[in-house]
């Protein structure tokens, strides 16, 4: 008879940590991500197929949209889960260190999560300095929140449809330093191309509460010169550009990034 083997809560945090870089109906077993992670923690992938599956019917996100998820979550699933949100500040980092840890052996790697491809190793720019706990906790956060944001939007800018990931940024849409509980949420990103980003964090562009386009007086008395036309009324009052399974941004966040710039 086989020996069942219980996940432990180091196993659960990097799985948690998979489980935002992925979509709902990404939870797959032939899933080449979930794959090439179940070979690293010795489970198979089917076991970390199910495992999300468990996960999801703790999200209150996909509650909203009628998602249940399989019913099999435990109590570690549970405790862990609760943990991991709680204080995404301390959990995220450590996750994406056990995470990273799994595939690379540097500090000077990291990790990049693409669906459809599998987990592929980076080489981040060297800082010139040795890092302080909290600047290698902050660098963390960010790659893990650039990740959950492009893959949340298919790897696509979200008004353009621009398909390359390397031209891409997570933009955020309340400031990181300003509201550092909404820092990790997949809620407060939308993947921009470089241009949009710009605009967007100067306030030249915003969106509304059905998530279309606006675009500033300002910018609309620059729509003279071609390549501003091209560039923006061009994509004027169209919704931003998600996958059916993409999780929205938060609208609260929308409205106040309007009224910080005064955008109407």
């Known amino acids: 008879?086989?020996?069942?083997?219980?996940?432990?809560?180091d196993q659960l945090l990097i799985v948690l940590n998979v489980y935002h870089k992925l979509r709902f109906g990404q939870f797959d077993q032939r899933q080449p991500v979930i794959i090439d992670l179940a070979e690293r923690i010795g489970r198979t992938p089917s076991a970390v197929a199910m495992k999300l599956s468990n996960l999801a019917s703790l999200?209150?996100?996909?509650?909203?949209?009628?998602?249940?998820?399989?019913?099999g979550a435990s109590n570690l699933d549970r405790e862990t889960w609760d943990e991991y949100?709680?204080?995404?500040?301390?959990?995220?980092?450590?996750?994406?260190?056990?995470?990273?840890?799994?595939?690379v052996g540097a500090e000077s790697e990291t990790t990049e999560?693409?669906?459809?491809?599998g987990i592929r190793k980076l080489v981040r720019a060297p800082s010139g300095e040795t890092e302080t706990v909290r600047v290698t906790k902050q660098r963390r956060g960010q790659h893990y929140?650039?990740?959950?944001?492009?893959?949340?939007?298919?790897?696509?800018?979200?008004?353009?449809?621009?398909?390359?990931?390397?031209?891409?940024?997570a933009s955020h849409i309340l400031p990181w330093r300003d509201h550092e509980a909404e820092r990790l949420n997949v809620r407060n990103g939308i993947a921009l191309n470089s241009l949009h980003d710009a605009a967007f964090d100067q306030g030249l562009i915003g969106f509304d509460d059905d998530l279309r386009l606006m675009l500033?007086?300002?910018?609309?008395?620059r729509l003279t010169h071609e390549s501003v036309k091209s560039s923006f009324e061009t994509f004027e009052g169209k919704p931003l550009n998600l996958p059916a399974d993409g999780i929205h941004p938060k609208i609260e966040f929308l409205a106040n990034h309007r009224q910080r710039f005064k955008i109407t």
């Open 1 to 9: 008879m086989t020996t069942r083997v219980r996940w432990t809560r």
């Open 59 to 71: 999200d209150p996100a996909l509650q909203l949209r009628g998602i249940e998820g399989l019913k």
């Open 85 to 103: 949100h709680a204080n995404p500040a301390e959990l995220v980092p450590l996750s994406q260190e056990r995470f990273d840890a799994l595939f």
């Open 113 to 117: 999560v693409i669906p459809g491809k």
């Open 145 to 169: 929140f650039r990740e959950i944001v492009l893959n949340n939007y298919d790897n696509r800018c979200a008004v353009t449809v621009l398909p390359i990931r390397e031209l891409l940024i």
């Open 216 to 221: 500033t007086s300002h910018l609309k008395s």
